[in-house]
């Protein structure tokens, strides 16, 4: 008789024990999303990342060619527009790549930011006329010497200023 009125009675979850699921998860999904969310903006950056690479080498064959170097806008490798999260690709004096991402970025902390590159020469300098025919050594990502303007921890790792 006792086994027969355990079968009728129904099995489940109390509401105390659902709203403690419910609140568990929520804790959990309020540590998780700020860094799912860099993780986002730093793959939308890596793109921007590598559409500098052409930049870098048309940089590195002025610079080793010799011949004068040209005015801020016309190294060769500027570009408006060339992928969804870049608006537009540009250079100054010396060959500073500047990478402006857009609004599709869709982050405030990134939308219509700078992210910039420049050739250094052997003493860590900024390259220039004295340096011509002679190899960039290495190369400063990122720094806000140079003009960017966005938050070094939404940067690749090897592009925080150094």
């Given at each position: ?32 999303m ?82 910039t ?30 003009g ?8 690749p ?6």
């Amino acid at each position: 008789m006792v086994g027969s009125r355990q079968r009728g009675r129904q099995g489940g979850f109390t509401l105390v024990e659902v709203m403690l699921v419910v609140a568990i998860i929520g804790i959990i999904a309020m540590i998780a999303m700020p860094e799912i969310r860099g993780y986002q903006a730093r793959a939308k950056v890596s793109e921007a990342m590598l559409l500098i690479t052409n930049c870098r080498n048309q940089i590195q064959e002025v610079y080793l060619s010799g011949s004068d170097l040209p005015i801020a806008g016309e190294w060769g490798c500027e570009a408006e527009q060339p992928s969804k999260y870049v608006e537009r690709i540009d250079t100054r004096a010396g060959g500073i790549v500047v990478v402006t991402l857009s609004n599709a970025v869709g982050d405030g902390r990134l939308a219509i930011h700078n992210i910039t590159l420049a050739p250094l020469s052997r003493t860590g300098d900024l390259m220039g006329d004295d340096d011509l025919g002679s190899p960039v050594r290495r190369w400063r990502c990122g720094s806000p010497a140079d003009g960017t303007d966005v938050l070094p921890q939404l940067l690749p790792s090897s592009c925080r200023g150094s």
